[in-house]
């Protein structure tokens, strides 16, 4: 039925700035001073670099299966194609869980920002969430922003990146204008040495690759928003590793502007990072002008992830995995509103828990990030060897890279889940809410099958 279908009504730069504004995030401009104390400034820029690479492996097996598969769901119809309804679900609930923990974050994180301005935000009535006191103005203001990032999405997707464009657009400005100061005003000796005296360098780099991931996590948006694009097919692949090279440019650039403009080691006994690191050199408006970029970040993350959640949802019903009411179309938005309403129920069901959970979303967002990723190489590896003769318009001459990079990403998600590892989750929250998460996935998988 033509009303019950997701309109075309995304441009080529509508998709680039989902992709790219969906990665470049905001807390990575202001953590980087517990991150340069941790890893050294070195081990934070050098480890976004190789977690950038790992990225561009992975995203080979996307930009393949999204010129075959251009449909909403993006990973759940890979799945499905290459292992039936099993596969869909494994994919699509990994990747709808790793979107969820970072919209539950949003939440909290943009009235932490709003308090950098507004003091009396974080005062009156409050409750407490793992030792963390969360007052009720903050959640209030929180779930306010939510709501407006819901009803964008509810419009219609032409509206969602529309908004998208421009706010990337700003983002873009205001970091060349980081860029280009920090270079110019500062100096090399600021950032070298970029680790401390005696600091093993190689450990450093690899141990940051993880949260890394967490921050470049968002460009799987356009496979899954692929159905509603007016691109032909066979650019969205190539658009996937470009949205990949602009968020890491950007990141890799700033950061090392903010190095370049100020002693890290300095940077790194301060609060806000990079928004410190500019108000110290002598430049309070590009400090200024930092905090915007962390909160026009959370703008865009904020609805690339808000778009895409509801998707992968809405695929799920659509295999008939989650229930159909999911799988309706709004008729006038052409969104798939039912979806995009469990969407906010889900958010604000998790986002409430406040800065005390914060750990726990980053975490268990960085695993489900890593599985998807790693997932998705052997639906492309499966779906060659099924449909040998199925050709996209982007195409792998050798799956090496894909698989090397879906291996690794596999690796790195393990290493989380096993005990005493120096990124394990914490235990037990950690493991419980993920237990918990698979418990729901598995409910939903064995009743879709009795059917």
Not at 174 to 191: E, H, I, P, Y
Not at 305 to 320: G, M, N, Q, V
């Amino acid at each position: 039925m033509a009303e019950n279908r997701l309109k075309h009504s995304i441009s080529t730069a509508g998709l680039i700035a989902l992709g790219s504004g969906g990665v470049i995030g905001s807390s990575w401009i202001y953590t980087n001073s517990q991150f340069f104390k941790q890893y050294g400034a070195g081990g934070e820029i050098f480890g976004l670099l190789a977690a950038s690479i790992l990225a561009v492996f992975v995203s080979l097996s996307f930009a393949e299966l999204s010129t075959i598969y251009p449909k909403a769901g993006g990973e759940v119809v890979y799945g499905y194609e290459a292992f039936g309804k099993k596969g869909g679900l494994f994919a699509g609930w990994a990747l709808l869980g790793s979107y969820l923990s970072a919209l539950a974050f949003y939440v909290t994180a943009s009235s932490f920002l709003l308090s950098e301005i507004f003091p009396k935000i974080e005062t009156g009535p409050a409750y407490s969430f793992a030792g963390a006191k969360v007052h009720y103005s903050e959640l209030i203001l929180g779930v306010l922003i939510t709501l407006f990032i819901f009803a964008i999405n509810y419009l219609g997707a032409e509206l969602t990146s529309n908004v998208q464009i421009v706010l990337l657009a700003l983002l873009i400005i205001l970091g060349l204008v980081l860029v280009v100061v920090g270079f110019s005003q500062g100096k090399a000796s600021n950032f070298s040495s970029s680790f401390y005296k005696g600091q093993a360098k190689m450990p450093a780099v690899f141990r940051f690759v993880l949260p890394a991931m967490t921050f470049l996590t968002g460009w799987e948006s356009i496979g899954v928003m692929a159905e509603e694009v007016k691109t032909p097919a066979h650019k969205i692949g190539k658009i996937i590793i470009l949205s990949i090279g602009i968020a890491a440019t950007y990141y890799i650039l700033v950061l090392l502007s903010s190095a370049w403009i100020f002693p890290w080691k300095e940077t790194a006994q301060m609060q806000m990072g990079s928004i410190d690191s500019f108000k110290a050199a002598g430049f309070p408006k590009l400090g200024t002008a930092a905090f915007v970029i962390a909160f026009l970040g959370l703008g865009t993350s904020f609805l690339a992830l808000f778009s895409a959640a509801p998707r992968l949802i809405y695929s799920l019903a659509e295999k008939e995995i989650l229930p159909k009411y999911f799988a309706k179309i709004h008729p006038k938005y052409g969104t798939p509103s039912g979806a995009v309403v469990l969407t906010l129920v889900l958010v604000l069901g998790l986002g409430w828990m406040g800065k005390g959970a914060l750990t726990y979303f980053l975490d268990i967002g960085g695993f489900l990030t890593a599985l998807a990723w790693g997932i998705n190489a052997f639906n492309l590896a499966a779906v060659r060897k099924k449909y040998p003769d199925l050709v996209g318009g982007f195409r792998n001459k050798h799956l090496t890279l894909p698989i090397i990079g879906g291996v690794i990403a596999i690796m790195i998600a393990l290493a989380t889940v096993i005990p005493g590892t120096s990124v394990s989750l914490v235990w037990p929250y950690e493991y419980v809410v993920l237990g918990i998460w698979i418990v729901i996935g598995l409910v939903s998988y064995f009743s879709s099958k009795n059917k």
